[in-house]
């Protein structure tokens, strides 16, 4: 199996602009997860989905934040507009109910610079 | 609430020393139990887990308890090497929601 998938790597863009982060989870699995990682406030979970509807999303920060799974293969983490203070590492991760052997596989992260 | 408090690093150690990084935690019910490790511009990968009491994980050298009395699930390596070096976290599970500690930066010496 390829993994989870995160694109892009890396993104670099300015204050106001519109940014895009994607994420395929690995096939089968029926959990996905946001997450925001940052030297100050550590992994923050932003957002969980179950068979692609958002479950918790109290961990997003603002009305600027919105996550969407439109089906099992895909979803997107979008940031309206873009802040500085929203540079961070974003990972995805992605996870099937196994019950007490339940873990998670975690993307290779899209670090966000936002100048 | 449920949360996870791990050792405040960073670590540096020589290679051949012994690892303990220590990990507490509060929850409800019963969680289960993890050590993730991340390299550097990787995500985290799992390295070990316990799904219950007195449970021990282990992994490329690595072991953890699975104390329900201290409420703990410390890190241990007899013998670290250079490739050890990375950031360490802890977590717990309840239901499907997992709880992550501030992780422990570690790097090793040759």
């Known amino acids: 199996d390829a993994g989870v998938i995160q694109s892009p790597r890396h993104e670099v863009t300015e204050m106001g602009q519109e940014v895009t982060l994607r994420c395929k989870p690995i096939s089968g699995h029926d959990y996905l997860f946001w997450y925001r990682q940052t030297m100050m406030r550590g992994l923050e979970l932003l957002i969980y989905f179950n068979n692609n509807v958002p479950i918790d999303d109290s961990g997003m920060p603002e009305d600027r934040f919105s996550a969407k799974m439109p089906n099992a293969s895909f979803s997107t983490l979008k940031i309206q507009p873009s802040e500085p203070r929203d540079s961070a590492v974003y990972f995805c991760a992605s996870s099937q109910w196994a019950g007490w052997s339940y873990e998670q596989y975690f993307g290779p992260g899209t670090r966000l610079t936002v100048t | 609430g449920n949360s996870v408090t791990q050792m405040e690093g960073p670590v540096t150690l020589s290679e051949e020393a012994f690892l303990t990084i220590n990990c507490t935690y509060t929850?409800?019910?019963?969680?289960?139990l993890f050590w993730y490790v991340q390299y550097p511009g990787e995500g985290l990968q799992l390295l070990l887990k316990a799904t219950k009491a007195d449970d021990k994980g282990s992994n490329k050298g690595f072991e953890a308890t699975y104390r329900k009395e201290t409420t703990s699930f410390h890190l241990e390596k007899g013998s670290v090497q250079v490739s050890d070096s990375a950031v360490y976290f802890c977590?717990?599970?309840?239901?499907?929601?997992?709880?992550f500690g501030t992780g422990t930066s570690l790097t090793v010496i040759p």
């Open positions: 977590a717990l599970r309840t239901g499907n929601q997992f709880y």
């Open positions: 929850a409800t019910g019963y969680p289960s």
